[in-house]
């Protein structure tokens, strides 16, 4: 079941990796934007099939860590909601849908982004609470993440905050992994092996 687990890890780096070669992508396309171009035209594409790849990857990390971390029923749940909210607004980000409400440039947007995702972050600390390491490492995340809001200080549209985003859970995942490696935090799955402790005391031994 670590297998898994060490997959479905994987899986969320991989996939956090290419949202933020979609954010860049997204950078690349608005600087340069003319409308009807090949340039242009090529430069969707590139963001669509790093968007859907990333989303089948971060699809795949859910459900492997769904399947094999025990509890953690609210990490299991946001992370899952996580991944809706950016699906919705990388596909709003690109222009695939146009709403009135949906204003790429607004600071409250950013601010609710970024507090939204900095939850899911800290839900990830269920992992394994009360690890010294493991807490510092969340800390910075959740500080990496809430620091994409100042994003729209410098007039820069959400991807901004998407690619923050990206970078804190790439981190994360990537740390978590490490320490896993190290044996320095610990995630009990389904179907380990119970941890017996005999005790033998030798009081009434002659």
Same mark, same amino acid.
């Given at each position: ?5 060490? %997959? ?54 859910? #459900? ?36 009135? #409400? ?28 009360? %690890?010294? %390491? ?46 896993? %490696? ?25």
């Amino acid at each position: 079941m670590h297998d898994k687990l060490n %997959k479905g890890l994987t899986f969320g780096l991989v996939g956090n990796l290419l949202f933020v070669a979609f954010g860049l992508v997204c950078y690349i396309y608005y600087m340069t934007y003319e409308h009807s171009s090949v340039h242009s035209r090529v430069l969707e594409g590139m963001a669509y099939i790093l968007e859907f790849s990333g989303f089948g990857l971060l699809a795949l990390s859910e #459900w492997l860590i769904y399947k094999t971390a025990r509890m953690r029923v609210w990490l299991k749940i946001s992370f899952a909601l996580y991944i809706v909210m950016e699906a919705v607004m990388m596909i709003l980000e690109l222009n695939s849908f146009r709403f009135d #409400w949906y204003k790429p440039y607004s600071l409250l947007l950013a601010i609710i982004h970024s507090i939204l995702s900095a939850a899911v972050c800290f839900s990830f600390l269920a992992l394994d609470p009360y %690890k010294n %390491k493991f807490e510092a490492l969340i800390i910075i995340c959740i500080g990496i993440i809430l620091g994409g809001m100042f994003g729209n200080i410098l007039g820069i549209r959400i991807y901004f905050s998407i690619i923050v985003n990206a970078v804190a859970f790439s981190l994360m995942f990537l740390s978590v992994k490490y320490l896993l %490696k190290k044996e320095e935090i610990e995630i009990d799955c389904y179907g380990d092996q119970a941890r017996v402790v005999e005790y033998k005391s030798g009081f009434f031994e002659e």
